[in-house]
């Protein structure tokens, strides 16, 4: 069966710190991976999604980027963190579907 | 563009009480449509599908279908129990982005709190 990991489970940086989180995703190929930030009050934001390798798209302009180095393995990084960045970040995957399927998360706080 | 309207919370309800979190959607052609369920601390977990018109999801005690003259998706749980209280979000397929993936739209999410 397929399983997807985050880590850090949570996260506190300074403001202006960098920022690396990373979700795999195992028991499966080619999956189709999206980012997702869940802030306070505002529900879910589509971040980015990948198709595959190297393949990158964004939702929305930020100091966030991501970037999918490996078939299963989606990572999201920023190079200055803002207080604003503070939130619950989900990665989910799916293959040839539209149903998602979520991670367990990544709290994260910038002080 | 496809969009998702859901009642807000908080819902409050006692045990064993009947469950309807409202859910209207506006959308072009036929998207699925979702409800998924957020346990505190956790990630988004998929509670159940609808795939067209007159379909009926089901998981858990919970149902869902999908009214197109209505465009609505409202759940409904016949008795609630207090480990149903979570944040419940409804979401329709929004566009197709290639190669076989799709994003999505959710609602804003609807608290749930059981009490005994």
């Known amino acids: 069966s397929q399983t997807i990991h985050q880590w850090p489970a949570t996260l506190v940086q300074p403001v202006g710190s960098p920022l690396s989180l990373e979700c795999t995703v195992e028991g499966t190929s080619n999956p189709n991976l999206y980012w997702y930030r869940q802030a306070a009050g505002r529900g879910l934001q589509l971040l980015f999604y990948?198709?595959?390798?190297?393949?990158i798209s964004s939702e929305v302009p930020q100091n966030l980027s991501a970037s999918r180095p490996q078939d299963r393995q989606f990572i999201l990084s920023s190079k200055k963190l803002l207080l604003s960045d503070s939130g619950f970040y989900l990665c989910?995957?799916?293959?040839?579907?539209?149903?998602?399927?979520f991670g367990p998360g990544t709290r994260l706080t910038v002080l | 563009g496809n969009s998702v309207t859901q009642m807000e919370g908080p819902v409050t309800l006692s045990e064993e009480a009947f469950l309807t979190i409202n859910c209207t959607y506006t959308?072009?052609?036929?998207?699925?449509l979702f409800w998924y369920v957020q346990y505190p601390g956790e990630g988004l977990q998929l509670l159940l599908k609808a795939t067209k018109a007159d379909d009926k999801g089901s998981n858990k005690g919970f149902e869902a279908t999908y009214r197109k003259e209505t465009t609505s998706f409202h759940l409904e749980k016949g008795s609630v129990q207090v480990s149903d209280s979570a944040v419940y979000f409804c979401?329709?397929?929004?566009?197709?982005?290639?190669?076989?993936?799709?994003?999505?739209?959710f609602g804003k999410g609807t608290k749930l709190s059981v009490i005994p």
């Open positions: 979401a329709l397929t929004r566009t197709y982005s290639g190669a076989g993936s799709y994003q999505l739209t």
């Open positions: 990948s198709v595959g390798i190297g393949q």
């Open positions: 959308a072009t052609g036929y998207p699925s």
């Open positions: 989910a995957w799916s293959v040839y579907s539209d149903t998602q399927y």
